[in-house]
């Protein structure tokens, strides 16, 4: 592959199997003082990726941990799927993976009219503080800066998006404090 990298890759049918692969990304793979690199990571030879598994295996914390080492480091096509195939059969990464439960997602119903069921939230930006508002019956979504995030300021947003538009029926929230807030339910 250096030679290829130095003078010229040749047709894809008439490569190696094992450098086909590599084809597709031969504009992103340079070489620098004798390494191959894509990027700032190390390609890994096919008769390393072994031994490379190994030391990125080592300390048995999974799938996820293991593409953190490697991430910015090494590199061969299919490194994720074959650090996902050791980790899955290795029972001390299976052991020390993180145990969060996935909850169930709940299915909403749309509501029949525009502005009769909303969702809210709030989001930043970088260094910006924005609450979204978004229409369950059209997908409209609509964006508030927000200098403060209070309760106070929260309905303060919500009743003039509720003039605009409409009072909802049902508000959808993450029940962060500012939508739980004893005031919250006077304004609608």
């Not at 504009?27 to 598994?53: C, F, H, N, T, Y």
């Not at 299976?94 to 009769?116: F, Y």
């Not at 229409?135 to 927000?146: K, L, P, Q």
Request: charge should be positive; charged fraction near 30%.
């Amino acid at each position: 592959m250096r030679s290829y990298v130095r003078h010229g890759w040749p047709d894809k049918q008439t490569l190696r199997p094992e450098l086909k692969s590599f084809f597709d990304m031969r504009d992103s793979i340079v070489l620098d003082e004798g390494l191959l690199l894509k990027g700032e990571r190390v390609v890994v030879p096919s008769a390393l990726r072994k031994e490379m598994k190994e030391i990125l295996h080592n300390a048995h914390l999974g799938h996820d941990s293991m593409m953190r080492r490697a991430r910015n480091t090494v590199f061969w096509p299919g490194i994720n799927n074959e650090l996902r195939q050791m980790a899955a059969s290795c029972d001390a990464c299976q052991r020390s993976k993180p145990k969060n439960q996935k909850e169930p997602l709940h299915q909403h119903d749309e509501g029949k009219t525009p502005w009769e069921k909303v969702g809210l939230d709030f989001c930043e930006f970088g260094d910006r503080q924005y609450l979204i508002v978004v229409d369950y019956f059209s997908n409209f979504i609509e964006v508030e800066h927000m200098t403060s995030t209070t309760t106070t300021h929260t309905i303060s947003k919500l009743k003039q998006l509720f003039a605009r538009y409409r009072i909802p029926k049902t508000i959808v929230s993450d029940n962060g404090t500012q939508f739980t807030a004893r005031k919250i339910p006077a304004i609608y």
